[in-house]
């Protein structure tokens, strides 16, 4: 497992006019090139009119799937530029379409890299990236009156917290970055005077907002 990764934030669109073009992004999360090729197929329907729909992919922790597809563009001017963008803001299972409509005016091959390239960056951009981070899950179990000190210390740091569950005494399962799962819990013991009960429970990816 990774780390930590970085992926776009969510599905999204964007478009932009170059030379009277239309050209229009969409980015998608995907898990396997099966999903790529969906992804790519549903935008090649709804757009079934359009001069182009060119694609890229890149697909695993290692990006073990690469794909790029020019459509009927020159050969390189679309698909590699497009999957030269993901791979530069190292995006993981990420998913690209880029629609041309023709305006009228050629751009030549340099013009076509660059308008491919501007539109997959312009479209990230917009939706986002995220870093999903691999953290350790804690699981806090304390007295009601406590609650207020621990929430506090946690908001106040870089810790995540779950959800919070209110039973006969309050469970708080927080995830904790990897190697300080050790001091976070000596610090817990340390806010509490020992009035606490702790365990590690799963590890999973968090993800945060890329600014």
Same mark, same amino acid.
């Given at each position: ?7 776009? $934030?969510? =599905? ?5 006019? *170059?030379?009277?073009?239309?050209? /229009? ?21 709804? !757009? !079934?009119? %359009?001069?182009?729909?060119?694609? =890229?992919?890149? *697909? ?17 001017? =679309? ?15 990420? %998913? ?27 479209? /990230?951009?917009?939706?986002? /990236? ?7 899950? /804690? ?23 779950? !959800? ?16 300080? %799962?050790?001091?976070?819990? %000596? ?15 799963? $590890? ?8």
């Amino acid at each position: 497992m990774l780390n930590y990764y970085y992926t776009v $934030k969510q =599905a999204g669109t964007h478009e932009i006019i *170059i030379q009277k073009s239309r050209f /229009i992004g969409y980015v998608e999360r995907v898990k396997s090139a099966e999903e790529a090729q969906q992804f790519v197929q549903k935008i090649k329907k709804k !757009h !079934h009119d %359009a001069t182009h729909n060119c694609s =890229a992919y890149l *697909i695993g922790d290692h990006d073990e799937i690469q794909k790029a597809n020019d459509d009927g563009e020159p050969s390189g001017t =679309a698909g590699i530029p497009m999957l030269d963008v993901l791979k530069k803001l190292q995006l993981k299972n990420t %998913a690209v379409v880029v629609t041309r409509y023709f305006g009228g005016i050629k751009l030549g091959a340099g013009g076509l890299i660059r308008a491919y390239s501007s539109t997959t960056s312009e479209t /990230i951009k917009t939706i986002g /990236i995220v870093k999903g981070e691999l953290m350790q899950g /804690i699981s806090l179990s304390i007295e009601y009156p406590l609650l207020g000190k621990v929430e506090n210390a946690l908001r106040m740091s870089s810790h995540v917290i779950d !959800h919070i569950n209110y039973l006969e005494k309050v469970e708080l399962i927080v995830y904790v970055h990897i190697g300080v %799962a050790d001091s976070f819990q %000596a610090e817990m013991i340390d806010l509490t005077n020992n009035q606490i009960i702790l365990n590690e429970i799963d $590890k999973k990816y968090i993800e945060t907002i890329v600014s």
